[in-house]
């Protein structure tokens, strides 16, 4: 069903708001028509608001319900969205998105930890009695799915940058965990490196909260080109297979980078927990 979150009512006000499906664990970080929002049955809601004279953003709750929402604590929601993790355990025989088992407790009941974004996590905590599991660190110490179903659809040749929903189907790149090539560069230029010629695959856009300032940023996958310590015609440019590199909204608007175009540019080597090997302070972009 639609919903309009402007009819959302708490003690908060502001237009930052999360949404967990928690028939998946899908985590929506960037809600794109808050006047009508597609949400079904036990989704959760958050909204959130740096108050004045705050470092961290007070956050409400709220549950979709079958008349429209109701708001609830971040213990009830935790509690719910157990429940569901269990649910979805029996169906899948894998943890949600997000989700990794982490301990036990004496009482029987274990922790799993649900942490779509580095900045959002939510440690569920799952008693087997409630659900009638006889081992629950077995029940629980399984892969979880990998990808988020509720994605970015890669841009497509010539389209605008503006992000677009993707099926559950979508497919994701997985976190680069090595590039030796940029990597030997990298470490031995205080980590920056030159890139030239690289072939644009796909972009996937992001934000970042901080005090209700958003920042738009694209994670730009990119293959096949030549990476050197500087941009000297003496530098022995090495090719180097596939690497993502973060890419302000500004430089995306500016150039209308889209799959197929080949750019170059200067960066710094960062390993992200997130996002995965990375190059970021991206500067000098042209294609």
Known sequence: ????????????????????????????????????????????????????????????????????????????????????????????????????????????????????????????????????????????????ILDNPYQLVPLARGAATSSKLASPAAAKVAKIAAEPVIQAIADGNNGSVCIFNAEVIDAEQHETHFQEEVTIFYMVHVKDGEAAPDTKKSTEHKKFSEIKVRVSDKIMDELKIVPGDKITFNGKLKSDKFFGLMLQNVKKVTK
């Open 1 to 144: 069903m639609k919903i309009d979150l402007s009819t959302i009512k708490d003690d908060i006000d502001g237009n930052w708001w999360h949404h967990i499906q928690s028939k998946d664990f899908a985590f929506i970080e960037k809600i794109q028509d808050q006047m009508s929002h597609d949400v079904e049955m036990d989704d959760v809601l958050i909204h959130k608001k740096v108050l004045e004279g705050e470092r961290f953003p007070a956050i409400r709750y709220h549950v979709v319900t079958s008349t429209g929402t109701k708001a609830m604590t971040n213990q009830e929601m935790k509690d719910l969205l157990a429940g569901k993790l269990v649910t979805f355990v029996k169906a899948n025989s894998k943890l949600p998105f997000a989700c990794k088992f982490t301990k036990l407790f004496k009482n029987g009941a274990a922790q799993v930890d649900y942490t779509p974004t580095q900045w959002d996590n939510y440690a569920l905590k799952v008693d087997p009695k409630q659900h009638g599991i006889d081992d629950v660190q077995t029940f629980l110490q399984r892969e979880s």
